[in-house]
């Protein structure tokens, strides 16, 4: 079975600065999706970036990217440039791409909090 | 907002009791999967289905059930429920079978049992 592990329950960091989540995962499959979610205090899931495990390139969506290491089954978050409505819990996630139909695999989440 | 509706936002009821739990997801949407985010198990799947028909199942107890309707909204039924279920049930839609297809989630609802 999946799992999907994110070691920092909290992190805090300074509006206008760069931050990090970690997400580590283990999987037997060698094609599959990471995803990260954002869940703010108004508890929706709102999808902030994906990427493909087969595509060497990282994933970005304008202040967030992500750097995925493959082979150490690394996939963490960058925020850059933090802003006030960046506070929120940040779920890594997992899906297989072989064929099944199984929801994601979620981490514990990491829960940001933004200095003003 | 996500197009997705999930009602109702917030139930209490008590331990033993039977609830049901809609999900009305997005137009055009033949996937829905349901959650359940508790504190002490994080976010689990519990079950997939698409187009009427149940796909997967997770960790789903056998005292809860679900089912998708022809018109494509979902529901999922929690019955002898215990202090334990207690949680925020999502439901999240999607235009494909495949789970790694963008998903679109509800604001959930949160199941209080006391």
């Known amino acids: 079975a999946q799992t999907v592990t994110q070691s920092q329950p909290e992190m805090s960091v300074q509006e206008a600065e760069t931050v990090t989540l970690s997400c580590t995962y283990d999987?037997?499959?060698?094609?599959?999706?990471l995803f990260w979610y954002k869940q703010p205090p108004s508890r929706q899931m709102i999808l902030v970036i994906r990427?493909?495990?087969?595509?060497?390139q990282n994933a970005t969506e304008n202040r967030f990217s992500v750097n995925f290491q493959k082979a150490a089954k690394s996939f963490s978050l960058k925020i850059s440039d933090s802003q006030l409505g960046d506070a929120a819990m940040y779920f890594c996630?997992?899906?297989?791409?072989?064929?099944?139909?199984?929801?994601?695999?979620f981490g514990k989440g990491t829960h940001l909090i933004i200095q003003p | 907002d996500s197009g997705v509706t999930q009602t109702p936002k917030h139930l209490i009821t008590a331990t033993g009791q039977r609830v049901t739990l809609r999900c009305s997801p997005r137009?055009?949407?033949?996937?829905v999967y349901w959650y359940q985010q508790s504190l002490d198990q994080g976010l689990q799947f519990l079950i997939h289905?698409?187009?009427?028909?149940?796909?997967a199942k997770g960790n789903i107890l056998e005292r809860f059930s679900a089912q998708q309707f022809p018109d494509l909204h979902s529901e999922l039924n929690l019955s002898s429920l215990e202090l334990g279920d207690s949680a925020l049930y999502f439901c999240?839609?999607?235009?494909?079978?495949?789970?790694?297809?963008?998903?679109?989630f509800g604001q959930g609802t949160r199941l209080t049992v006391v």
């Open positions: 999240a839609s999607s235009v494909a079978l495949e789970p790694y297809t963008e998903a679109f």
């Open positions: 999987t037997s499959e060698s094609d599959y999706y």
């Open positions: 990427q493909e495990a087969y595509k060497q």
């Open positions: 996630a997992y899906s297989g791409a072989g064929g099944g139909a199984d929801g994601l695999t």
């Open positions: 137009s055009g949407d033949l996937s």
């Open positions: 289905y698409y187009n009427g028909e149940e796909r």
